[in-house]
């Protein structure tokens, strides 16, 4: 039998802790973690009942309810003509959809000329494995540029509406860190340390193997977006802000869009010209094949997963 | 394959290209990024143009190393290339126009990301003009709609975000419709490519299968692309949106983004659906009343306001009445026509907006018409260059407008079930346009007694006095050297089927 450790040193081991927490006599987490959540703002009942006078008085101010009767008529009359029209609507395109060719009939459409060629050899033409990744980045590469510049057009947008002043950013700091939840949650960020690699290595799987297995640019980026969110509800944005500062997301997305345009325009112009073009197709399978759509994949998952961090970010404190 | 027949496929690219690095740019070389780019989709459109008009004939251009139907493709011929170039011009000139008042609308760190939409605007309307891919288009339509949405929104108050709002809604509503459209050709054709599905559809059409699908489509293509252009019930959005946002947005918009649409629409009969089928369809007859009530309804609208930009969107309904009056006749004078009134709209839109701008900006800001009283005194520029555009509003000889009446009212006569209609309507609208831009015009040449606000001189504003030159210069060109411009009108719109 071995000897029974003095209590001084007892106290330094994790059992004495995990005992400790067991019988209930010290709970680790107090004194170290915020428990209680930040108090909200507490708005008295009154201040909501007249905020909500107030907008009705607007409201009659506006359309002077008193005095023109037939405007309120006409407002019941635009709600039921406006149901109506939504239900005349769903009826026609119902009844059209019953004319439609029916699903699963082999001669339907009447053409099938098109997605014919995409199954058959898909995979001779593209080098890719996973059709889907194969049609969307080599036949209809132009397309897919196009889309991804709606998600890029879409973030500016966003900025214009809720960026806001480096000044308030700067002032608003701590708030904006915690916005009414306890600050550095411990348990939020134990699975937080232990989740987010597994999810951003997930991610880039997902990106690479876009070309042989289900996946590809925009699901592999949206799990890559989904693991800095996480990061960022853990661990705060001055800890984010370390490796992903505003500079960093700009130099990213203007990059991996740059690359798209450039593999793009280079696959357009020798193909149109009947250049041959210098990017080997590889053998089928492999992770080094399948031509363009390898690095097109990198560049769009970069690039959602760049929107998805700034629509986040935007959202919640107005700045990256 | 000559190198010539790169340039559209190189513009569209450049103009993403553009968009793309101006994100990372500031204010000022975004801007230098933007004008220089115009500058260059003009110069590449023009050599294209010049090169289609030696060839004589159109050609597609394969996106990528898998020909039609499998891949991308575009195709350019006279009509693409002239309207390409025109856009071009109009936006160029928009944006000097309204240039130096954008300091003062936009906020200061946001200002690139004005710059970046219209690097994408542009890039979208060069692809909605050249696509001969039915998706393509419908890609770049969500672009463009975004783009406009962001180009509405940029001047931030309350009335801006609710134009945008409600912009957003009736858009999103139409590219709906026309995505709704899409899929049901792809189901009854198989294709995706305009040329394709077109001798699909005649085939369809002649063995009388799938009639009523064929219909709706029609309907829903014609439907959703007639609210994205503001055609008269579904115009609520106009007003607001053309009348609040920053000077180069409301002129782009109302002369370029709408006018894209129509001519996505024009292309659709043409090489997707097939002119005499979508003529024997009874949509053809819709569009037409629905254009005639733009018509008198628009100008009604734009007598009762009171807001010299409001009164100026409003004139927008009216116009976009006449372009649908002309595509719903359904012969090929009355598309010409259109076609020539998308021209002489656009060069006259963007003139009124820019020149009402330097109207209000000498009356204090406000745009009241009492305020507006002797202001072309204050800046004589601007109250010239809004002269000659009310003049050709109304149609008077000289300039553009007149020519483009004149050419509805002649495919008008050419058709004789909807001859007296037109013509009543046509007349009837005149007189009210007439009405609303000559009250504009007595009210901002009627002298004051004290002068409350100070006179601008050419020296205060040198690029907006150049660009107004310029405006009147192109306004005076469609209107006096209008043949070769119909002739190429009427090659284009040969060579789209």
Redesign the interface.
């Known amino acids: 039998m071995s000897k029974p450790k003095p209590q001084k040193e007892y106290e330094k081991t994790g059992a004495f802790h995990f005992f400790r927490w067991l019988s209930g006599c010290k709970d680790p987490y107090v004194g170290e973690v915020e428990m209680k959540p930040q108090k909200e703002e507490v708005v008295p009942e009154s201040t909501i009942l007249e905020r909500m006078n107030e907008r009705q008085m607007i409201r009659d101010k506006v359309y002077d309810a008193e005095n023109n009767k037939g405007l309120v008529i006409f407002h019941r009359i635009y709600v039921a003509s406006a149901i109506l029209f939504c239900i005349a609507l769903v009826g026609?395109?119902l009844?059209?959809v019953s004319?439609?060719?029916r699903t699963g009939n082999p001669s339907n459409?009447?053409?099938?000329?098109?997605?014919e060629?995409?199954i058959e050899s898909g995979l001779q033409?593209t080098g890719a494995m996973n059709i889907v990744s194969g049609m969307i980045l080599?036949?209809?590469?132009?397309?897919t540029?196009?889309?991804t510049?709606?998600l890029?057009?879409?973030t500016?947008?966003v900025?214009?509406?809720l960026?806001v002043?480096d000044s308030i950013l700067k002032k608003q700091e701590e708030k904006n860190d915690r916005r009414f939840e306890p600050k550095n949650d411990a348990i939020l960020q134990g699975t937080a340390f232990v989740l987010c690699p597994i999810i951003f290595i997930f991610g880039i799987y997902v990106i690479l193997n876009g070309h042989l297995s289900p996946g590809g640019g925009f699901s592999g980026g949206a799990i890559l977006g989904a693991g800095l969110i996480l990061y960022v509800c853990a661990f705060g944005f001055k800890k984010t802000q370390q490796f992903f500062n505003e500079h960093i997301y700009?130099?990213a997305?203007?990059t991996a869009?740059?690359m798209y345009?450039l593999i793009?325009?280079y696959?357009?112009?020798?193909?149109?010209?009947?250049i041959e073009?210098h990017i080997p197709l590889g053998i089928p399978g492999h992770i080094l094949s399948s031509g363009i759509i390898l690095p097109i994949n990198i560049c769009v998952g970069l690039e959602v997963a760049c929107t998805m961090y700034a629509f986040y970010a935007l959202f919640r404190r107005g700045g990256l | 394959?000559d190198l010539v027949?790169?340039f559209p496929?190189?513009s569209i690219?450049l103009c993403?290209?553009a968009?793309?690095?101006s994100?990372?740019l500031k204010e000022k070389a975004a801007r230098y990024v933007n004008t220089v780019l115009i500058a260059t989709v003009m110069f590449l459109n023009a050599c294209t143009l010049g090169y289609v008009l030696h060839t004589g004939e159109a050609f597609v251009?394969?996106?990528?190393?898998?020909p039609a139907?499998?891949?991308?493709e575009i195709r350019v011929g006279v009509l693409e290339c002239f309207m390409a170039l025109f856009f071009c011009i109009i936006m160029l000139l928009s944006l000097l126009g309204g240039r130096k008042k954008l300091a003062d609308e936009v906020e200061e760190?946001?200002t690139f990301?004005y710059y970046?939409?219209m690097n994408?605007l542009l890039?979208s309307l060069l692809?909605l003009v050249y696509t001969n891919?039915l998706?393509?288009a419908y890609?770049?339509v969500?672009?463009n709609t975004?783009?406009a949405?962001?180009l509405i929104?940029?001047r931030?108050n309350g009335r801006t975000?609710e134009a945008a709002a409600r912009y957003m809604i009736m858009s999103l509503l139409g590219s709906g419709m026309l995505l709704?459209g899409i899929c049901?050709l792809?189901?009854?054709?198989?294709?995706?490519l305009m040329s394709?599905i077109k001798e699909?559809v005649a085939?369809?059409s002649a063995s009388g299968e799938?009639r009523?699908?064929l219909l709706?489509t029609i309907a829903l293509m014609s439907v959703g692309l007639a609210i994205k252009s503001a055609l008269f019930p579904f115009h609520a959005w106009l007003p607001d949106a053309y009348g609040y946002s920053t000077v180069s947005s409301a002129a782009v918009l109302s002369s370029l983004v709408s006018k894209g649409y129509i001519f996505l629409l024009i292309k659709i009969i043409y090489r997707v659906i097939g002119f005499d089928i979508f003529e024997a369809s009874k949509i053809i007859d819709v569009l037409f009343v629905f254009g005639l009530m733009g018509m008198i309804f628009g100008s009604l609208s734009a007598i009762k306001e009171n807001d010299v930009r409001r009164m100026i969107a409003y004139s927008s309904v009216a116009q976009i009445g006449y372009i649908y009056m002309g595509i719903g006749m359904g012969t090929q004078a009355g598309m010409a026509a259109s076609v020539f009134h998308i021209l002489s709209h656009a060069a006259t839109k963007s003139l009124l907006f820019i020149a009402a701008i330097g109207l209000t900006d000498v009356s204090g800001g406000s745009r009241k018409f009492i305020d507006l009283t002797g202001a072309a005194y204050r800046n004589k520029w601007a109250g010239v260059t809004f002269t000659v555009g009310s003049l050709s509003m109304v149609g008077v000889p000289l300039f553009s407008g007149f020519i483009s009446k004149l050419l509805f009212a002649q495919a008008a006569v050419q058709n004789n079930g909807k001859m007296l209609p037109a013509l009543i309507v046509l007349g009837i609208s005149t007189i009210l346009n007439a009405i609303y831009f000559m009250k504009t015009v007595i009210r901002i040449y009627t002298p004051v007694e004290e002068n409350k606000y100070e006179c601008i001189t050419f020296k205060d504003m040198k690029l907006y006095a150049v660009t107004l030159v310029c405006f009147i210069v192109l306004n005076v060109i469609l209107g006096v050297s209008s043949q070769p411009i119909v002739d190429l009108i009427e090659q284009g719109l040969a060579m789209f089927s």
Request: some cysteine.
């Open positions: 026609l395109l009844y059209t004319y439609l060719p459409p009447d053409n099938n000329e098109v997605a060629r995409y033409e080599t036949y209809r590469a132009f397309d540029f196009g889309e510049n709606v890029f057009i879409a500016c947008c900025m214009i509406l960026m002043d700009k130099v997305k203007i869009l740059c345009g793009g325009t696959f357009y112009i020798t193909g149109a010209n009947g073009n | 394959m027949q790169n496929a190189v690219l993403l290209f968009g793309i690095i994100s990372g251009y394969v996106m990528g190393k898998f139907p499998w891949g991308n760190g946001k990301l970046v939409l994408l890039s692809a891919d998706f393509t890609v770049f969500e672009i975004i783009a949405c962001g929104m940029i931030q975000i709704m049901m792809y189901d009854l054709t198989g294709h995706l394709n699909q085939i369809l799938y009523i699908p709706v």
